[in-house]
């Protein structure tokens, strides 16, 4: 997880132009200009230009077609090599210290984003990172965890959890900074049924907007927008009763028509 500790003057205007251009809900949160990405040489994302406002956004597309990609370039883990990523007004790559304030970031795998020992820990340092001091950061992070009736978990080591309560955990570590973007890289991917359902109807309840990428469609459906990535570029974009059964079309088309994947 990259953070930030730096708090000065200069943050603190930007802090306060960004939360005055965040706050207003006519204004996109996110924009994209002609932007590509090469990654080790090879075109991953190629002229995205884009515009996002919605208050939960959906990203689907086949494995490698640049989904993850794109969404890094939203919270400053990747900087685009053309075109520029504006977020709440600001280039990214003037707000990349700033961005992890704003902008939280689940994983799709727990493990690769958890770094403490213990959940307690794992919530207080986000707090920490805030300016909260040690021992107030332990008090609030229990507080927290009790208001999402995890307060039992909190001495437990994070590597003891169920795949459920990690991911949990994972989401909580995020929220407690308070951020007014929630971007989730498939985070219900290795969930059972119940899990997915209880993380899917706390996501719902969120003030935060939320861009999600999933496969799973049906967790999308009552999204207000859903882009749909192909080979590094958007292929659709509008409401999920459009793009989702057209995407699934394409699936179907693509299983028929290559059933042993064969061709790339
Ligand atoms: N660090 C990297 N270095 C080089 N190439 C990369 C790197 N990360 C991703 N790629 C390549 O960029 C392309 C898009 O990858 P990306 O992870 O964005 O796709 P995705 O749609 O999120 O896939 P998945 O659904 O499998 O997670 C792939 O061809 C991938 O191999």
């Given at each position: 997880?990259?953070?930030?500790?730096?708090q000065?003057k200069?943050?603190?205007?930007?802090?306060?132009?960004?939360a005055?251009?965040?706050?207003?809900?006519?204004?996109?949160?996110?924009?994209?200009?002609?932007?590509?990405?090469?990654?080790?040489?090879?075109?991953?994302l190629?002229?995205?230009?884009?515009?996002?406002?919605?208050?939960?956004?959906?990203?689907?597309?086949?494995?490698?077609?640049?989904?993850?990609?794109?969404v890094r370039?939203?919270?400053?883990?990747?900087m685009p090599?053309?075109g520029?990523?504006?977020m709440?007004?600001?280039?990214?790559?003037?707000?990349?210290?700033e961005l992890?304030r704003?902008?939280?970031f689940?994983?799709?795998?727990?493990?690769?984003?958890?770094i403490?020992?213990?959940v307690?820990?794992?919530?207080?340092?986000?707090?920490?990172?805030?300016?909260?001091?040690?021992?107030?950061?332990?008090t609030?992070?229990?507080?927290?965890?009790?208001?999402?009736?995890?307060?039992?978990l909190?001495?437990?080591?994070?590597?003891d959890?169920?795949?459920?309560?990690?991911?949990?955990?994972?989401?909580?570590a995020?929220?407690?900074?308070?951020p007014?973007?929630?971007i989730?890289?498939?985070?219900?991917s290795?969930?059972?049924?119940?899990a997915?359902?209880?993380?899917?109807r706390k996501?719902?309840?969120?003030?935060?907007?939320?861009?999600m990428?999933s496969?799973?469609?049906?967790?999308?459906?009552?999204?207000?927008?859903?882009?749909?990535?192909?080979e590094?570029?958007?292929?659709?974009?509008?409401?999920?009763?459009?793009?989702?059964?057209?995407?699934?079309?394409?699936l179907?088309?693509?299983?028929?028509?290559?059933?042993?994947?064969l061709?790339?």
């Amino acid at each position: 997880m990259a953070f930030w500790t730096r708090q000065n003057k200069d943050t603190k205007s930007k802090e306060a132009a960004i939360a005055a251009d965040f706050d207003a809900s006519d204004k996109p949160y996110a924009v994209l200009q002609n932007v590509s990405l090469e990654l080790e040489g090879r075109p991953v994302l190629q002229d995205i230009s884009l515009s996002l406002q919605e208050a939960r956004v959906g990203i689907v597309g086949l494995n490698g077609s640049g989904k993850s990609s794109l969404v890094r370039l939203f919270n400053g883990l990747r900087m685009p090599t053309g075109g520029e990523v504006r977020m709440f007004g600001v280039s990214t790559e003037a707000l990349r210290e700033e961005l992890p304030r704003y902008v939280g970031f689940v994983f799709q795998n727990p493990d690769h984003q958890a770094i403490f020992p213990t959940v307690e820990e794992e919530i207080a340092f986000g707090l920490t990172q805030l300016g909260v001091a040690r021992a107030e950061a332990r008090t609030q992070a229990l507080a927290f965890l009790d208001r999402h009736h995890c307060g039992h978990l909190a001495e437990k080591p994070f590597a003891d959890l169920s795949e459920g309560q990690k991911q949990l955990i994972c989401l909580l570590a995020v929220l407690v900074m308070k951020p007014k973007l929630l971007i989730l890289d498939e985070p219900m991917s290795s969930l059972d049924g119940l899990a997915t359902r209880r993380i899917g109807r706390k996501l719902a309840k969120l003030d935060q907007k939320i861009l999600m990428i999933s496969h799973d469609l049906d967790l999308l459906r009552n999204f207000d927008r859903v882009l749909w990535v192909d080979e590094g570029k958007i292929r659709m974009d509008s409401v999920p009763g459009d793009v989702l059964p057209a995407y699934e079309a394409d699936l179907e088309q693509r299983a028929e028509r290559d059933p042993e994947g064969l061709q790339p």
